[in-house]
C-alpha cells in the first residue's frame, strides 16, 4: 500500500483467498483492505497513538440517516459525555479532497453536531473546529490532543 502522510505505524495484516485484510483494533477485527481501509486505520492509529484518545471512544462506520437516506461515516470520537468530539471523512488517496467531500462531512455534521471535523485521503488533511451558535468554522493545523 502507498506510503501516506502520518507517522509510521505497525499494522496487522494477513492474506486469505486472495485477498489482503488489516485488522481494525476498534472494530476488533480483520477488514479487507483497500485504500480507504488504509487511511481510515491510519487515521485510528493516528487518534489512539498519537492523539491519545481512548478507543472506548472512538466509533467507526456507522449508519446514521441524513435526508432520509441511510449513510455510513467513517470514525466519530466522543466525549465523555456522549457528545461528539470529532468527525471524520476518510477519502483513499486517489480521491482528491475536494468541495464535494466538504459537503459530504457537512451534511452528516449537521445531524450530529461533532466540535471537530477532519478530512483526509490520507495525503492531505483538513480539520476544522466548528462554531454551532454563528454557523461558522475556523480551520486548524491539527486535531487537538486528547485532554481529559
Known amino acids: ?3 501516506l502522510n502520518f507517522p509510521n505505524y505497525t499494522f496487522r ?30 487515521v485510528l492509529h ?5 492523539k491519545k484518545f481512548p478507543k472506548s471512544l472512538i466509533n467507526v462506520e456507522k449508519q ?6 441511510k449513510r455510513r461515516y467513517d470514525v466519530v470520537v466522543f466525549n465523555p459525555d456522549g457528545s461528539i468530539f470529532l468527525l471524520v471523512e476518510c477519502k483513499a488517496p ?13 451534511r452528516y455534521n449537521y445531524q450530529l453536531k461533532s466540535t ?29 490532543d486528547f485532554s481529559r
Open 64 to 69: 446514521l440517516m441524513v435526508n432520509g437516506l
Open 1 to 3: 500500500m502507498q506510503a
Open 13 to 42: 495484516v494477513k492474506n486469505s483467498q486472495n485477498r489482503q485484510y488489516i485488522f481494525d483494533g476498534i472494530r476488533k477485527k480483520f477488514v479487507v483492505l483497500q485504500p480507504e481501509e488504509w487511511v481510515r486505520q491510519h
Open 94 to 106: 486517489e480521491v482528491k479532497v475536494e468541495q464535494a467531500v466538504f459537503d459530504q462531512i457537512a
Open 116 to 144: 471537530y471535523l477532519m478530512v483526509t485521503n490520507g495525503l492531505e488533511h483538513y480539520c476544522c473546529e466548528m462554531d454551532h451558535e454563528n454557523e461558522k468554522y475556523r480551520f486548524l493545523k491539527e486535531i487537538p
Open 46 to 50: 493516528y487518534l489512539v497513538f498519537t
